[in-house]
């Protein structure tokens, strides 16, 4: 068995990390680490009952290097100080921005970085996209849960369409963590829906940067707890059958899905796949694709670069059943 760490256990990602662990064949959750340590998982998850049941530690480089495989489901920055020492010692996923971006592009919509010279050292972990990159890498930035569903839609048809592309995101409030603050009380969030941080958003640089196209980027919080639906329009250069063109890029992939009607996050909360659709009048162009947040937009996807990382099949213990009804 592969000897795994989760840093950021208590999270959202860090549960739903545990959750698919626990099914896994190779990787056995070998520790857990949060800021201070000295709870128990199944305390601040009592659903963890019966069913997975162990000690939180304080996050400490030294002991957590121990491990084949470490799994940093924490905040921005957290993750690039860990990383300065971990890199080289141990496999990483990390579920932060910080090792996501070229230096710039970081620093200018997050913070100074503690950490440039393993940029390079980083591959981004979109698999259709990135496999193989992956594959030869220690250190796995994992992609942004908004950033994962809009590249999955945009990449088949990047060359079929003119730069400057609008991208409107809807997410559920799972996807700000478990923290608490004033835009994801239930008050504010039940029975309303409001966009955020509109244009600036820091999913932005990440969009442009992996797919070089100009975005008008626009959040928005749905009061659901899971999933994500993206509408992207744009303008064709030439006509195309658009649903050959995503049949044939994603021919081979197990975990995207084309429909040929509008997606809907429920089919997709609770496991891997990302769902898309498309469609056009004359050459306006709409692309509609949903993931889960915590899934393929976190957790699942760290799992499935784990597995590209150890050699094995990338779809090893990946979630397939939705939450429906
Ligand atoms: N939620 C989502 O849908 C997505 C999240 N992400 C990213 O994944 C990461 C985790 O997100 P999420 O689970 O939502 O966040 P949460 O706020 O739910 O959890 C954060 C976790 O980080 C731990 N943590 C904070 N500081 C430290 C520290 N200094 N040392 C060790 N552990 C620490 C916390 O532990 P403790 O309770 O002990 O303080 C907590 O378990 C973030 O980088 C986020 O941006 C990426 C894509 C989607
Ligand atoms: C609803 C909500 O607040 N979502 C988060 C995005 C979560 C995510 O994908 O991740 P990273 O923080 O890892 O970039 C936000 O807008 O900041």
């Known amino acids: 068995m592969i000897k795994t760490a989760i840093v950021g256990a208590s999270g959202y990602t860090g549960l739903e990390l545990i959750k698919i662990l626990l099914n896994h064949p190779h990787f056995e959750i070998s520790a857990l680490f949060g800021s201070e340590g000295g709870e128990r998982i199944e305390d601040i998850y009592p659903s963890l009952k019966g069913v997975f049941e162990a000690e939180i530690q304080k996050a400490d480089v030294e002991k957590i290097a121990k491990y084949d495989l470490v799994f940093l489901a924490v905040p921005h920055k957290t993750a690039m100080a860990l990383v300065k020492e971990l890199y080289g010692k141990t496999k990483i996923v990390d579920f932060s921005a910080d090792y996501r971006l070229n230096q710039k592009n970081y620093e200018d919509y997050y913070c100074p970085h503690i950490d440039p010279a ?11 996209i990135f496999r193989d990159y992956i594959k030869k890498s220690t250190l796995i930035a994992n992609p942004g849960c908004y950033p994962t569903a809009t590249i999955l839609a945009l990449y088949p ?6 730069d400057g592309v609008f991208v409107d995101a809807k997410s559920g409030v799972s996807g700000a963590g478990k923290k608490l603050s004033a835009t994801t009380h239930f008050v504010k969030d039940n029975e309303n829906f409001f966009a955020y941080n509109p244009i600036k958003h820091r999913h ?49 992939e197990e975990f995207i899905r084309i429909f040929d009607k509008p997606v809907e996050i429920k089919n997709v909360a609770g496991t891997h796949y990302c769902d898309i659709f498309a469609a056009k009048n004359e050459n306006m162009l709409f692309i509609n694709s949903v993931i889960d947040n915590l899934l393929r937009g976190a957790s699942s996807q760290a799992v499935a670069n784990a597995n590209l990382i150890f050699g094995l099949d990338e779809g090893l213990a990946l979630p397939k059943i939705a939450y429906v009804p």
């Not at 048809?157 to 003119?162: K, L, M, V």
């Open 118 to 128: 393993n940029l390079e050292n980083s591959a981004y972990g979109l698999p259709e």
């Open 157 to 162: 048809f990047i060359e079929y369409i003119e």
């Open 204 to 252: 932005s640089v990440e969009i442009k940067e992996k797919t070089g196209l100009n975005v008008t980027f626009v959040p928005q919080l749905l009061p659901i707890t899971r999933g994500m639906q993206i509408s992207i329009y744009a303008k064709l250069k030439k006509d195309i059958d658009l649903l050959e063109v995503l049949k044939e890029k994603y021919k081979n």
